[in-house]
């Protein structure tokens, strides 16, 4: 019975999870008609006017193009059933998927985060988190080249956990909207903790789950 209820609460909360995603990723596209062309009364590019061209503009451009798709590609990843009944799908969107990020989504993010306007804790916690996606879907990608399926899943479900912070962040903002909150440091401090504090869960999961796990 415990084992159920333990179950059955991993499902909700993995139902909830891939909602907010999804929610997330409808609400940023819904936000593309602020950026095509480019709208600086909009919230996120309020103040950019003078600094929205060359290539901070394609870096921005690339990323929130690429970022949507590559969270998308992997919800259908991480979907046992869809991995065991279509394998070569999931190898070819599998490939897809790190293209997008080893060559769009990481380096278009590091280059938005030397431009950041939040200060150099912000531009360092972007930095960082570009760096440790490269870093994720690189071993994931060698660990399926070399057959090691476990720990290629592993590595895969730590970059996803690292691309979600795109979707953590705006959690914490919509949060600190709602509460009130105003600082010159949330910004900054949500830059580290939409990312690190998942992985930190992620791992204390995986090592619950499984004390051997590396």
Request: hydrophobic share 50%.
């Amino acid at each position: 019975m415990q084992a159920l209820s333990l179950h059955s609460l991993q499902r909700l909360l993995t139902i909830v999870t891939v909602a907010v995603i999804v929610r997330v990723i409808f609400v940023v596209g819904m936000t593309w008609v602020d950026y095509f062309p480019p709208n600086f009364a909009s919230e996120f590019l309020l103040g950019r006017r003078d600094t929205f061209y060359g290539t901070y503009q394609w870096a921005f451009y690339v990323h929130i193009l690429s970022g949507p798709c590559s969270l998308v590609a992997g919800l259908i990843l991480m979907n046992d059933r869809l991995r065991q009944q279509w394998p070569q799908w999931h190898r070819l969107v599998g490939k897809t998927h790190v293209v997008c990020v080893l060559l769009l989504v990481s380096p278009s993010g590091l280059w938005m985060a030397a431009y950041n306007q939040s200060g150099i804790i912000a531009g360092l916690g972007f930095t960082a988190l570009a760096i440790a996606t490269a870093a994720t879907v690189t071993m994931g990608w060698r660990s399926a080249v070399q057959r090691q399926f476990a720990q290629h899943q592993l590595w895969m479900q730590r970059s996803y956990v690292l691309l979600c912070s795109a979707v953590a962040i705006r959690v914490i903002g919509g949060v600190t909207t709602v509460a009130a909150w105003t600082s010159d440091w949330i910004y900054p401090i949500s830059a580290w903790i939409s990312w690190l504090v998942p992985l930190a869960i992620f791992e204390g999961l995986v090592r619950f789950r499984s004390p051997t796990a590396q």
